[in-house]
């Protein structure tokens, strides 16, 4: 039975007393500055990759060393990769245990390729009327993943690979020519396609005696796709833009696959420096166009592979190497600029850019996990070179913190200094740094960009105040 106290005078006066305490201290919570709202920090922002950990690291430096052709000598090859200053040889058809032994020796990885074609007609596809479906060139017909020949075949390549010493594979058109025959029979059949890759890789590994690196060319969504550490990408330079490398990133995050692109047309030289400088800028690759494939020569004889020489790219290359500390390990945490919106923030933009071109992209790249590291915002210039401003918001850099600004642009090509790094290691040297004046917390003037640069944004030593 519950019991009803009356109210007396003299606990009425407590509960008055107890009244008073409480609106007086919650006045006093009223009259208290509200606390600070919880900032995101950048490092907080950019998230872990699972990556494959035999896949490419972003800093390392890639050239197809495609073939001993015409005047293209194995010596040249060779050369022409120490001029571009390459950590790794791909997607090369040059079989032979000499040159492998050559770029290993140099350092590289060295990458042979397979494919779906067979110089044995028995082993082809047939078209609708049971012929062999032959590719343009003279003696190779497109395999038939089922047949039992072309499996010996291929896996007899593998073992040579291996066995002249290739550190890993990429397997050259995975869906075995579809788009060059996709008009003349049915497609094979994603269950066969993926039954097929996943036996390739089983066989290859079980002779190599442990796990073997194997890409593909290829950014659909097939099945078949596990059976390969990361992709290869050919793209259209209609197609190249911020967002869309960007998107590509991301794309390759949510996979759990690195995205190594490369081009596949004839383009001006400024527009392979913007598709290797926005491709490192998003956590992507761009291989180096020396003897890179042309589309234009499936419908026109005449026409001529990419050759773009060092002198002209190998400025970018050389940057590549020596700011691996700046791109091994870091993660998209906001973008700002040309051709890009950020919408993690809300309504309060982290990194914006002023002023310039109107086509300068900012690209902010942190460590997951690691608030001390430095903070990285990748400057690409889509548009004529104009001097421009950089502003970050200082909450999200390094609380309690003084910060240090440098600009790293690289240096103009010349080549007895891009001969001295080769040899000694030293890519610093091909590296302009200049400490950036700050002013209104982190707003930074950036100069004409050709068309890269990284700000490199670090803390120092520990404010008075803490």
């Not at 089983?202 to 796990?211: K, P, S, T």
């Not at 990194?351 to 310039?356: A, K």
Request: charge should be negative; proline fraction near 6%; aromatic fraction near 10%.
């Amino acid at each position: 039975m519950r019991t009803i106290y009356p109210i007396t005078a003299m606990n009425m006066t407590a509960i008055k007393y107890s009244a008073l305490l409480f609106l007086g201290f919650s006045g006093a919570l009223a009259n208290e500055a509200p606390a600070p709202a919880v900032v995101d920090q950048f490092w907080q922002t950019a998230q872990p990759v699972r990556f494959s950990a035999e896949s490419p690291r972003l800093s390392d430096v890639c050239m197809r060393l495609f073939a001993v052709h015409g005047d293209i000598t194995a010596e040249r090859i060779i050369a022409t990769g120490k001029a571009y200053h390459i950590t790794r040889g791909v997607w090369s058809y040059i079989n032979d245990k000499d040159f492998i032994g050559k770029a290993k020796a140099l350092g590289w990885q060295f990458q042979g390729t397979l494919s779906g074609n067979t110089p044995n007609p028995d082993h082809a596809l047939l078209d609708r009327d049971g012929q062999p479906l032959k590719l343009d060139v003279n003696n190779q017909w497109w395999a038939d993943p089922t047949n039992p020949g072309y499996r010996e075949e291929y896996l007899q390549l593998a073992k040579q690979w291996i066995d002249n010493g290739a550190t890993s594979l990429q397997r050259d058109d995975p869906q075995f020519g579809l788009w060059h025959w996709r008009d003349k029979r049915d497609p094979i059949p994603e269950d066969v396609l993926l039954e097929f890759h996943r036996w390739a890789r089983a066989e290859i590994e079980r002779y190599a005696g442990g796990r073997m690196t194997i890409s593909t060319n290829n950014h659909g969504t097939h099945p078949f796709i596990q059976c390969f550490d990361y992709r290869m990408t050919e793209i259209r330079f209609n197609r190249l833009s911020p967002s869309h490398l960007l998107e590509i990133s991301k794309d390759a995050r949510r996979e759990e696959k690195l995205f190594v692109v490369t081009g596949q047309e004839e383009q001006p030289v400024d527009m392979f420096r913007l598709a290797v400088a926005g491709c490192y800028a998003t956590g992507n690759h761009f291989v180096l166009p020396w003897d890179q494939f042309n589309v234009a020569v499936v419908k026109d004889p005449a026409a001529q592979r990419t050759f773009i020489d060092p002198e002209q790219l190998a400025d970018l290359s050389g940057f590549v190497r020596a700011n691996a500390r700046y791109l091994d390990g870091y993660e998209d945490a906001a973008v700002g600029g040309h051709d890009l919106k950020e919408t993690r923030y809300g309504t309060q933009a982290p990194l914006r850019v002023e002023g310039g071109s109107g086509k300068l992209s900012a690209f902010l790249r942190a460590r997951p996990g690691d608030p001390a590291a430095a903070v990285v915002v990748h400057m690409v210039e889509w548009g004529q070179r104009k001097p421009a401003s950089l502003i970050v918001d200082p909450a999200r850099l390094f609380p309690g913190r003084t910060v240090r600004v440098t600009l790293r642009t690289p240096k103009p090509y010349e080549a007895g200094e891009h001969t001295l790094a080769q040899e000694t290691g030293d890519y610093e040297t091909l590296v302009d740094s200049r400490v950036l004046e700050q002013s209104d917390g982190i707003h930074v003037a950036i100069p004409p960009l050709s068309p890269w640069g990284l700000v490199v944004i670090e803390g120092e030593t520990q404010s008075s105040s803490q």
